[in-house]
């Protein structure tokens, strides 16, 4: 199977070089006379930048005049590239856009000035004045005295080009990946918190509230009967107390679904446990830590452990479970296993797929290993953080 590193080699790989004058290669050319101005111009920004924030570096505006530099740099980069797309028919992408964090002038200035990729366009505008002159006077004496091998030579310079380019201007692999998975974990994490805002206020709004609203209705009823009929009255009180007894229930459910207490009292061991003695079928807990994670991770590991064994009594069909809870260095483990008919998968609709994106989220990992005909086992991995 290619990956797409060799697809996109495949798509810049250049035919040959030739010795009739093809468009490719008036191009080639093209981009070797531009190299002298626009290496000069580029060289003249960036010594100004550096020359002008250095300076000025000791009064107050030299850090945001070198940050402007920075910033304008990378419109020199992003002109570059293009240049390299249109004549070298080169395959290259933007970096991401320089971050917004913060919204205060220092921030803005402190992340401009540890910009990779303005200091990397800098450095390639700075030692891109020498080659410049040397592919502009080459191709210019060559139009006139080697024209004949000019398409060779014109390929050689132009590879050089491409390959200080890719290495300069490109946007750094690992970095753009990263940069990308923190988008769309964040995307997640606001896609879960309003779905979750959402459940709770529907079942507060259908749940509790409901109920409260009819016992004052039948608290009412019954005050306007106590003179006159005493029996009924006291029958409606009865009602009542049955649908107070209800209506705390559900508002105990409702707060054990946002953060349980005997998690935040005991730990997880405790809360597992209990969980536990919800599910279906039996389940063997065993908690091997010596100290409690941070209360955000808690509460991560508590709701996966809950909903997984959620899993196992609605769709199963096993008749044990186990659930293993241990620290591995830097992570916090969990496995939760049962002797069901197997056959879950992350697109099964049984949950899975929510779970793996939340514990993405948070630079977790969630694998499923469960064959038809069982057993199933699901590995879970969390960040570890100390509690403070």
Known sequence: MTTHAEEAQRGERLPPARFAYDSRTWKEIAHLLINFPVSLIGFVYVVTVLFTGGMLSLTVIGLPVLALGLAGARLLGRAERARARGLLGLRIDEPSPLPRQGDGMIERVWNALKDPVGWRTVLYDFIRLPWGVFTFTVTLVSLFVLWPVLPFIARLLTNADRAMVRGLLSPSDELERRIAELESDRGVVVDTAAADLRRIERDLHDGAQARLVNLAMGLGLAKE????????????????????????????????????????????????????????????????????????????????????????????????????????????????????????????????????????????????ESPEGGPTTVTAEIPWRDRT
């Open 225 to 368: 009967k106590l003179l006159e009929d005493p029996d009924a009255a006291a029958s409606m009180v009865d009602e009542a107390h049955g649908e107070v007894k209800l209506a705390l229930q559900e508002l105990r459910d409702l707060a054990r679904g946002i953060h349980p207490a005997v998690l935040t009292d005991r730990g997880l061991d405790a809360a597992l446990s209990s969980v536990a003695t919800r599910c279906t079928v039996p389940v063997k807990v065993a908690v091997d830590l010596a100290e409690r994670p941070a209360p955000a991770i808690e509460g991560i590991a508590y709701f996966t452990v809950s909903e997984l064994l959620q899993n196992v009594s609605k769709h199963s069909s096993a008749r044990s479970a186990a659930v293993d809870v241990w620290r591995s260095e830097t992570r916090l483990m969990l496995q939760v296993t049962d002797d069901g008919v197997g056959g879950a998968r992350l697109d099964g609709g049984t949950g899975m797929a929510g779970l793996s994106e939340r514990l993405g989220a948070v630079d977790g990992l969630f694998v499923v």
